[in-house]
């Protein structure tokens, strides 16, 4: 895949089915997102477009931390590459931009649940305890249908420090 082809950007609105069918083919290593979700959040999605098509996707959610909001976390979410564009960069390229995007507001970390901690390690990101993300398993992972306990689902928490000073 020629890089200079592809353009890594924020999504549009019209783009939401195409990132809803993308979510889904990975539903062996993705929690899949409603079509209405994806709709709503389309503003923190991140795409990689190449020929017209979108190849690639990620989204961005922060998460508050209770008593603290200095110490909020970002949680990377819905990471997607369509099969004939993986190891080609591009999910690491859309990681990246969504760290560039959201330093703006000094999150205290990136954090993230996975099926490919090895993907998110390349990029830095270290091993954590689900304990450490509580906020994040009451919010998301207390829905999730593919597993009844979040702390039996093997999703790897991870993260990545994104401040020296504290």
């Given at each position: 895949?020629?890089?200079?082809?592809?353009?890594?950007?924020?999504?549009?609105?019209?783009?939401?089915?195409?990132?809803?069918?993308?979510?889904?083919?990975?539903?062996?290593?993705?929690?899949?997102?409603?079509?209405?979700?994806?709709?709503?959040?389309?503003?923190?999605?991140?795409?990689?477009?190449?020929?017209?098509?979108i190849v690639g996707c990620a989204a961005?959610?922060?998460?508050?931390?209770?008593?603290?909001?200095?110490?909020?976390?970002?949680?990377?979410?819905?990471?997607?590459?369509?099969?004939?564009?993986?190891?080609?960069?591009?999910?690491?390229?859309?990681?990246?931009?969504?760290?560039?995007?959201?330093?703006?507001?000094?999150?205290?970390?990136?954090?993230?649940?996975?099926?490919?901690?090895?993907?998110?390690?390349?990029?830095?990101?270290?091993?954590?305890?689900?304990?450490?993300?509580m906020h994040k398993l009451y919010m998301?992972?207390?829905?999730?249908?593919?597993?009844?306990n979040p702390f039996t689902c093997p999703?790897?928490?991870?993260?990545?420090?994104?401040?020296?000073?504290?």
């Amino acid at each position: 895949m020629n890089s200079e082809l592809e353009k890594i950007r924020p999504a549009v609105l019209k783009e939401a089915e195409q990132i809803f069918n993308l979510i889904r083919q990975h539903d062996s290593d993705l929690i899949s997102r409603p079509l209405g979700d994806i709709v709503q959040n389309i503003d923190r999605f991140v795409v990689c477009e190449a020929g017209g098509e979108i190849v690639g996707c990620a989204a961005w959610h922060i998460l508050p931390e209770i008593g603290a909001p200095e110490r909020a976390s970002v949680e990377i979410q819905s990471v997607a590459v369509r099969a004939d564009f993986r190891r080609h960069q591009v999910g690491t390229r859309i990681v990246r931009d969504i760290l560039g995007r959201v330093r703006r507001f000094d999150p205290a970390q990136a954090i993230v649940l996975t099926f490919a901690p090895e993907f998110f390690r390349s990029l830095g990101f270290t091993p954590i305890p689900k304990t450490q993300v509580m906020h994040k398993l009451y919010m998301g992972c207390i829905n999730c249908t593919k597993h009844a306990n979040p702390f039996t689902c093997p999703e790897i928490a991870m993260a990545l420090e994104l401040r020296n000073n504290d």
